[in-house]
């Protein structure tokens, strides 16, 4: 999909001309469809790969044992079926999205309950699958200093002064999800309008995805080619940037819209697994829109990260 750039983040870490190249490449990717295919980022591979197998151990529990962990959406737990609607985030009254999730978040408490009680709730942990605390625990914080590392790429390749972001992400939010997408023969026939994930834009700043390629997979969606499949690589992540990142950029990027497919006839039995990390800001950190010629539009005005995330998480829960 030419609409996707990819990138090399070792080509970045070179420094000089090189990295020169890789901004104006992101730039120029962001501006086509706010998403990124990329390599070079340094995770072992034999990390989510962990991650993803005890999941599904946990996934593969009775229903009534994983009822135990159950959440609210944004809650840390097993959020299970029919309790999201992504679509509802654009205003799309749809089906609930045929999935199932394992979150987990930030949890480095400021000592105000009323903060700590909205954006750092403590971690629960499957007693069931006690393997998934240390392999999720590692794999997240190698995703976060990968997701800062984007960010100073990103202010990079705007050819800011400083990097705003290094202030703006001392404590910020976090939550890891691992979704489960279960095959047509478990979930039966999808109603018309629903996806495994309904069309949407993300929230925040970065969003890492280490996904599994499907027939009911990820679509992604531009301009320029309308809904397509997203490429896929094995030795590279999906990076896509959310709501407040565009913002921030004064619309120059735009949130990347994407949507995953329901399962489909002639792969029923397909069942994938994939690990979202998305990264936002500090709960109280305040985001002005940069102003032309780098933004796009009329700087708006300054926005309080936890408020603007807030809107949007509560817009896709069902119920």
Same mark, same amino acid.
């Given at each position: 999909m030419s609409s996707i750039a990819s990138l090399d983040l070792a080509r970045w870490r070179t420094g000089g001309e090189a990295a020169r190249t890789v901004e104006r490449e992101v730039d120029e990717g962001l501006r086509r469809a706010g998403f990124l295919l990329v390599h070079g980022h340094g995770i072992d591979p034999a990390l989510p790969a962990a991650v993803r197998a005890a999941a599904r151990r946990f996934f593969a529990l009775p229903g009534d044992v994983k009822q135990r962990y159950a959440v609210a959406v944004g809650g840390r737990g097993w959020i299970g079926p029919g309790r999201e609607a992504n679509g509802y985030a654009e205003g799309t009254e749809t089906p609930p999205d045929l999935k199932e999730t394992f979150a987990v978040g930030a949890d480095t408490a400021t000592g105000d309950p009323a903060i700590d009680q909205m954006w750092f709730l403590s971690n629960v942990w499957p007693a069931e699958v006690v393997e998934l605390r240390a392999l999720l625990t590692e794999y997240?914080?190698? #995703? @976060?200093? %990968?997701?800062?590392? /984007? /960010?100073? %790429? &990103?202010?990079? *390749? /705007?050819? %800011?002064? #400083?990097?705003? &972001?290094?202030?703006? *992400? *001392? @404590?910020?939010?976090?939550?890891?999800?691992?979704?489960?997408?279960?095959?047509?023969?478990? #979930?039966g026939e999808p109603e018309p309008g629903q996806f495994r994930i309904g069309p949407h834009t993300d929230f925040g700043t970065v969003t890492v995805l280490d996904r599994e390629p499907g027939a009911g997979g990820l679509q992604v969606y531009t301009e320029a080619d309308g809904w397509a499949d997203a490429p896929y690589d094995p030795a590279a992540l999906t990076v896509n940037i959310g709501d407040l990142l565009a913002y921030w950029s004064g619309e120059r990027w735009p949130s990347g819209r994407h949507r995953v497919l329901p399962p489909q006839p002639e792969a029923p039995e397909e069942d994938l697994v994939s690990l979202i990390y998305f990264y936002e800001l500090d709960h109280d950190a305040v985001v002005t829109p940069l102003a032309p010629p780098i933004g796009r539009v009329t700087q708006g005005p300054p926005v309080v990260s936890a408020d603007f995330l807030r809107i949007r998480l509560d817009a896709i829960t069902i119920g």
């Open positions: 997240t914080a190698a #995703v @976060r200093t %990968l997701s800062d590392e /984007l /960010l100073a %790429l &990103f202010a990079a *390749a /705007l050819a %800011l002064p #400083v990097n705003p &972001f290094a202030d703006l *992400a *001392a @404590r910020p939010t976090w939550t890891c999800n691992i979704n489960h997408y279960p095959p047509m023969t478990d #979930v």
